[in-house]
């Protein structure tokens, strides 16, 4: 349990320390218009391994993958680091998110593994809590003193260390455990690669919708080529003997419930950790190290609710409605967030994440608990895994939804701000292309010069763009408000906790 803890501080750690660095990132690299990419590259891979991992895991058991996982991980951070440009990076971040959807896939899979008994499970699970919490709680501050002393590159060489730890800790101690002890053991290949095409497609189409045009026939060719793919897979998936995600998990209501709600809380909880981060820097004009003390609050949060969570599960009577609980915490907090600014005092900012971190940790570990309690354990691994990589598809969508909110709002007020000041000048409109003027001392040193020349206020400019960067934030904030409330919706009507024995 100590290894697999320190394999969530791993995970955790990357999450939080990219998420409060990727402005700096992109802003150095000069590529902002791949800021959604960073990330959905990383979610990409990421969600086509979890479940990959966790089939496999089932039948020869998970420890040679949790080995593979973190050499690979490792590996790949230390890759992230050297990126000299954005395809470099991006590229790199999908390495990584292999490492990190085999580490996912694993992990969560082990726990179920050492402890099959629910409520022991629920107990031991305070301690990866406490482990991912205490990472994530670092992880925003870390990355921003790194970012602003060290370079955003170093933010990934954190993770180097972390690795060499858990590696040896795992190797010795982790006992190897197979579910499926029967000679039939099979793999479903061309189920995986229907899986990639369709999760790529999916991507590619919602990055290049902004691009392409909503009416344009290359944009409405490849949502049809996500249907088409989506559809095979899952059709495959029926007639395959070794499917990569078991359709009869989806013959179970509540699976189909819990799947809804492990998506809709990816795309929520991403927005938040990635995007938060550009509102305080980009938006607010604050420096890498004040954004990161403003959103620790969210992961400390995070870890105290799962804590709670985890004390309260054996203790109450309808432990089933601490999810609902927990998503009506999160439409107050993001509707919260919805209202801050500039002015807004950092003490109120930190408490309005804190609230919106405590109410999540009374649903990501009650999603993974739920959905092991509704299945046999020979379907623990592709159970969990499923949670996981819906949990990173909601992402995945998330920071495209996001990313297409923001762009079209940022566009939309710098263009009503060069229209009233009548500039047409082409190097103005580069700058001002893309949010990353909010970030890159460079380019606002060449604002101002260009102020100068041109004769307009360009700290005025500078300012109007940071509002419409915030209103484009909030606009995808407001989105996540009535998600949550969908959540809430659904997980009303959750069923009772599936107390299961060893022996079942």
Not at 189 to 210: R, Y
Not at 271 to 295: C, H, I, N, R, T
Not at 405 to 422: D, G
Request: aromatic content about 8%.
């Amino acid at each position: 349990m100590a290894g697999i803890a320190v394999v969530m501080a791993l995970i955790a750690l990357d999450q939080t320390v990219v998420g409060t660095a990727l402005p700096q990132m992109v802003s150095d690299l000069q590529g902002f218009g791949w800021y959604p990419w960073v990330a959905a590259a990383y979610l990409l891979s990421n969600a086509i391994l979890i479940p990959v991992t966790g089939r496999l895991g089932d039948l020869y058991g998970r420890k040679p993958f949790l080995l593979a996982a973190i050499t690979l991980f490792t590996l790949a951070s230390a890759l992230c680091g050297m990126a000299s440009n954005m395809w470099l990076l991006v590229l790199a971040r999908g390495l990584q998110g292999i490492g990190g959807g085999m580490l996912v896939g694993s992990a969560f899979a082990s726990v179920s593994d050492l402890f099959p008994d629910t409520l022991v499970r629920v107990r031991w699970q305070v301690m990866l809590s406490a482990s991912y919490g205490v990472a994530s709680a670092l992880g925003p501050v870390l990355g921003g003193v790194m970012t602003e002393h060290l370079g955003w590159r170093s933010v990934f060489y954190v993770n180097l260390p972390v690795g060499m730890v858990a590696l040896p800790v795992v190797w010795r101690f982790l006992p190897w455990v197979v579910q499926h002890q029967s000679a039939h053991k099979t793999m479903d290949w061309w189920g995986v690669l229907l899986l990639t095409l369709a999760m790529s497609t999916l991507l590619i189409t919602t990055e290049m919708g902004q691009n392409l045009g909503f009416t344009s026939l290359s944009f409405w060719t490849l949502v049809a080529l996500s249907l088409l793919f989506g559809s095979l897979f899952v059709r495959h998936q029926h007639r395959s003997s070794g499917p990569v995600i078991p359709m009869e998990l989806f013959d179970s209501p509540v699976v189909r419930r819990l799947a809804t709600l492990s998506a809709l809380t990816g795309l929520t909880m991403f927005v938040m950790l990635f995007y938060a981060p550009l509102l305080l820097q980009g938006g607010f004009g604050l420096a890498p190290k004040q954004a990161g003390l403003l959103v620790t609050p969210l992961m400390v949060g995070i870890t105290l609710g799962s804590i709670i969570n985890g004390r309260l599960i054996s203790r109450l009577a309808h432990p089933e409605r601490l999810f609902s609980h927990g998503a009506l915490l999160l439409i107050v907090g993001i509707g919260l967030l919805c209202q801050i600014n500039a002015d807004t005092p950092h003490l109120t900012i930190s408490a309005i994440f804190g609230l919106c971190g405590l109410s999540m940790g009374f649903q990501l570990p009650n999603l993974t608990l739920q959905m092991q309690s509704a299945v046999g354990r020979t379907h623990q691994g592709a159970a969990s895994a499923l949670i996981q990589t819906l949990r990173s598809l909601g992402s995945m969508f998330g920071a495209s939804l996001a990313g297409l909110v923001v762009s079209l709002s940022f566009s939309r007020s710098v263009a009503q701000s060069l229209a009233q000041l009548q500039l047409q000048d082409a190097e103005l409109q580069r700058l001002l292309n893309t949010p990353q003027v909010l970030i890159r001392a460079a380019d606002q040193d060449a604002l101002w010069l260009l102020g100068h020349k041109l004769g307009f206020d360009s700290l005025a400019l500078l300012q109007q763009s940071r509002l419409g960067l915030a209103s484009g934030i909030h606009e995808a904030l407001a989105l996540c408000v009535l998600l949550a409330l969908l959540s809430f919706v659904l997980g009303r009507k959750l069923p009772a906790f599936v107390h299961r024995h060893p022996e079942s």
